[in-house]
């Protein structure tokens, strides 16, 4: 069995300003690691994804989270949040072999103040 | 190419009528997945199914739920009879079930509030 703990429901921060979500994980077997945003009134898509390779992967808007398998964390980073930012984040985990459905964390909402 | 289409993206309706939610995955995926999110309980997964089978429905809340694949690109979510606690935005979403990612591409949602 597998488990996600997103460890903040909320987070409020000024624009250009740093951030960082939250994400611990707990599985018996090795994982592949997924963070989705759901902007308001829409469907979850996915902002990236570790499988295997370098722990620090990017998405093309400015995240990036980091893989850390001693401290099995997740973490989400951004340098600079922009107002467009404000969305609902979600992490994800899923055994790397077996069922590949997904379990994900309760969210953490991302709330961007001018 | 079309994502992942559903509707209605709205209902409204009273205590004890049926509510029949509807998907068309992405053309050439061959899992389907069923979730409701509320406030207080976040994405459950309902049911998902991997070429129209339905593989694991443990997450039905209840028998009042039932949920149909007739072909690989179609699928309903049916509840009855509605109850006010079944108020939730309703997600499905496909996936290529052999791909290694595992990714899964969510619709927009159906709203629904049960009166």
């Known amino acids: 069995a597998q488990s996600v703990t997103q460890l903040d429901s909320q987070v409020p921060v000024f624009e250009e300003a740093p951030v960082e979500l939250r994400c611990n994980y707990s599985s018996s077997v090795s994982v592949y690691l997924f963070w989705y945003v759901q902007y308001p009134n829409q469907g979850l898509q996915l902002l990236l994804k570790?499988?295997?390779?370098?722990?620090l992967v990017e998405s093309i808007n400015g995240f990036e989270a980091e893989f850390n398998k001693s401290q099995t964390s997740f973490h989400l980073r951004k340098p600079s949040v922009h107002i467009s930012d404000t969305a609902e984040y979600f992490c994800?985990?899923?055994?790397?072999?077996?069922?590949?459905?997904?379990?994900f964390g309760r969210g953490t909402s991302l709330i961007v103040h001018p | 190419d079309a994502g992942v289409i559903q509707s209605p993206r709205h209902e409204v309706t009273e205590m004890g009528q049926e509510v029949t939610l509807r998907c068309k995955p992405i053309?050439?995926?061959?899992?389907l997945f069923w979730y409701r999110q509320t406030m207080m309980r976040g994405l459950e997964l309902l049911i998902y199914?991997?070429?129209?089978?339905?593989?694991?429905d443990s997450g039905m809340p209840e028998d009042r739920f039932s949920a149909k694949m007739p072909n690989a690109s179609f699928s309903t979510l049916k509840i009855q009879p509605s109850e006010p606690r079944d108020s939730a935005v309703y997600f499905c979403a496909s996936s290529l079930a052999m791909q290694a990612v595992g990714e899964l591409f969510f619709g927009e949602g159906s709203r629904l509030t049960v009166l």
């Open positions: 570790y499988l295997s390779g370098s722990t």
């Open positions: 053309s050439g995926h061959n899992s």
């Open positions: 199914f991997n070429n129209n089978v339905p593989i694991d």
């Open positions: 994800a985990v899923r055994s790397s072999g077996g069922s590949y459905i997904p379990t």
